[in-house]
């Protein structure tokens, strides 16, 4: 006679089935490698709470700070992190990243959350999850930070919604027009239109499909090409050969503070040149000024133009 196994009862789990995330694939693993999957079978083990123990979970944390109390309530609530998470996938950001912030923002919510003000705490806790994942939106959406105001942060997320509206009644959404409509200014809509257009672009990104060469092949060398190296000493060179000639057509104070203040490094103050020569540091810098305009006469002569030179003196 065979024997019949005996029928288990099922009972209804209150977890959230990996198909309501992720639509189903042809293929299915019975250990799928997928972490979302992973992170969806980890908080099976957490089953809801009724209302009556939410309320009672809440008082005693916000009462007594026990700390399993806040625990229980906090892991009831995670399907809810995914829930909310899941309005946001559409930002080509990763989705357990939503997530992670979005959990940050439950258990602010766990820690600043008061029972006795008759709401709850899934309505509560709503707005500091949605918060958190807003704010690693705008954090991570370009390198450049663009919504760094709040009234940014709100053109962020109104800013698409508006430029449709206006482009389905027929109207072309001129960045005046949209400041206008959504009270801020131009330079606020143009920045913000400028950070949704163009998302950061990888410099190991490929020119063409076909190439080999990558965006960073395009960029400058950090140090100047061997011959522009020679060709800046050669300049240097011959400048200081211009200079000992130009030195040599001066004598006494015009030649000290040619030699002193104009081309040492660093160079000596007016006083004390001054004081080498017994004469105020007035003095010393009107002689300055002349042999300046000397040297300047020299080189537009010597360099017939070929070189632009700026030649200056400094404060002190």
Do not use: C
Request: charged share 30%.
């Amino acid at each position: 006679m065979a024997r019949t196994r005996p029928k288990r009862s099922k009972k209804s789990s209150p977890s959230i089935s990996p198909s309501e995330v992720l639509p189903a694939g042809p293929e299915t693993s019975l250990v799928p490698a997928d972490p979302l999957y992973r992170y969806l079978a980890e908080i099976r083990r957490f089953p809801r709470v009724t209302p009556e123990e939410e309320h009672d979970l809440a008082v005693r944390w916000h009462r007594d700070h026990d700390r399993s109390a806040a625990y229980r309530l906090a892991t009831a609530n995670l399907r809810l992190v995914i829930h909310i998470a899941m309005d946001f996938r559409r930002t080509a950001l990763n989705l357990m990243d939503l997530i992670q912030e979005g959990n940050i923002g439950l258990m602010q919510a766990v820690q600043r959350f008061d029972p006795f003000r008759q709401v709850r705490f899934s309505a509560y806790a709503s707005w500091w999850i949605r918060a958190y994942i807003l704010k690693y939106i705008i954090d991570h959406w370009s390198l450049v930070r663009v919504a760094t105001t709040n009234t940014r942060k709100k053109l962020f997320f109104n800013l698409r919604k508006e430029r449709a509206r206006l482009e389905a009644q027929g109207i072309r959404p001129e960045p005046r027009l949209l400041a206008r409509t959504l009270g801020t200014t131009e330079e606020d809509v143009i920045q913000v239109q400028q950070a949704l257009a163009g998302r950061d672009v990888s410099l190991a990104t490929p020119l063409r499909a076909d190439s080999d060469s990558s965006l960073q092949d395009m960029l400058p060398a950090p140090q100047p090409l061997p011959e522009e190296q020679v060709a800046d000493e050669e300049y240097r060179e011959m400048l200081r050969r211009k200079f000992e000639v130009f030195a040599a057509t001066l004598e006494g104070k015009e030649e000290a503070t040619f030699r002193r203040r104009l081309i040492a490094e660093p160079p000596e103050t007016l006083q004390a040149i001054g004081n080498s020569y017994g004469v105020t540091r007035e003095a010393i810098r009107q002689i300055e000024r002349k042999v300046i305009d000397k040297l300047k006469k020299f080189l537009e002569r010597e360099l017939a133009g070929s070189h632009s030179i700026q030649v200056s003196s400094t404060s002190n």
